[in-house]
C-alpha cells in the first residue's frame, strides 16, 4: 500500500532498511505528516489517522535528517521539498479558494490567512477570506482593502461552500470555525489545513501540521518559499505579524532558530519591524489601561504564590467604558511576577460564559489544563470557555491550576 511506497522511496534514499524506518518514523518520531506519505485508499487512511490519534503531531525531522534551523533555508532535501506536494497539487489544479481560521482571530491567523490570500492571487486563482469574528483593531492595518469577510456575513457565509478548495490556518477542528464551520464542512471542496497546533483529530488528509513551528506563520512563508510564489510586501508584512505575535515578541521557548530565520528573511525584503510593532502593541485607548488597572489592582494567589488570577466582570468592562476584546494580553501582566508558574485570566462573555486565558513557564503544562475544561492550545498558553459563574470558574480551574503545578 502506500504507506509502503512512502517507506520503500525514503528508506532507499536513506540507505536504511524499511524496518528501521518504521521503527524510527513510528517510534522515535510519532509522525503525522499526510502529504509525505502516500496512502492510496480511504481504508489506508483511516487506519493510519487511528493509529495517529492523541499522538504529538511532529513534523518528520530529527538529528539525522537535518534540523529545524534549516527549514526555511535549505531546499536540498527531498523529503522537505515532498513536505507540501499535496498543498501544491491542490493550489495547481483548483481555481477559487476560501481561507478561514478560528474564532477571534488573533495576529497568527490574521497574517497567515492573508500569506495565504496573496499568495493564490499572484497565481491567479480566486481566493477570499473569511472569519468568525471581526478583526481585531491591531491588525486592521494589514487589510487596508477589506480583503477580509470579518465578521463574515451570513450572505457571505452562504456563498463559501461553493468554493473548490478550504483552507483552513491557524486551527485543526471543525469546531474552532463558530458560523462558518457548517458550511465549510458540509461543502464538497477539497480541505487543506495548515497548522501548528496540537490535534485531535485530522479533518483531512492534506494536513501539514507541525507543532514545531513558532507559528502558522512560519509554515506559510515555507509554503510560499517552496512554490516560488512572489510574496507581496503585506504578505511580509501580514507574516511577520503571525510570527511576532504568536512568539510574544520571540519571547516564546518556541522561537526556534527557525522563527529567527523566517522573520530575518521577511525582514530583508523590507518588513519595518519597529512599524509593525508600533501597530500592533502601542495602540492602548484610555479605557483599556484603566480597565487593566481595575483587573491588576484585585488580582488574587494561590498555591502557595505560584498562580496568580485576574478576573473581568461585565460590569468592569461597561464602567471604564472598555470593549470585551480589550482584554487580550492582561493575563502575561501575571507571568511579569516573579515566582509565579500559573497566570489566569476570567473574563465574563456577553453570553454568560466565562473566557479563560492561561499562561505557564516553561516547564508547566496548561494545555492539559485548557484540555480538561474543554479547550485547548499550547503548553505554555491555552485557553477554554466556562459555562457557569465566575465564582464558578474561579473555583473549578484555580483548582486544576495547584494540581499542575
Ligand atoms: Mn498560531
Redesign the pocket.
Known sequence: MGLCRFHAYYAADRGVSIKTLIYQSFNLFPICFRPTIGLDTEGDWKLFSAFLTGRQVLRFIGPEFGNDASRGVARSDPWKVAMWDEVKSVIEANQSFVISSHVNP?G??IG?ALGVYDCLKALGKDAVVAMNDAIPDAYTWLDPDGDILAPASDADIARLGAADVVVVV?ANGWDRLGRLRKPLEESAAAKVVI???PYSELITPVSVIDTKAS???ELVYDLIDSMGAPLTARAADALYT?ILT?TVSFRFARSAPCAHIVAARLLSTGVDPSRVYDQIYNRNTGARTRLMGRALSDIRFTGCGRVAWLTVTRAMIEETGALSSDTSGFVDVTMTIAGIGIGIIFVEAKDGSVQISLRSRPEIDVNQVAVGLGGGGHKNAAGAVFDGTLEQAVKTVTAAAVAAL
Open positions: 488573533d497568527d491567523s497567515s491557524d497548522d501548528h497546533h507559528s502558522t506563520a503571525g504568536d
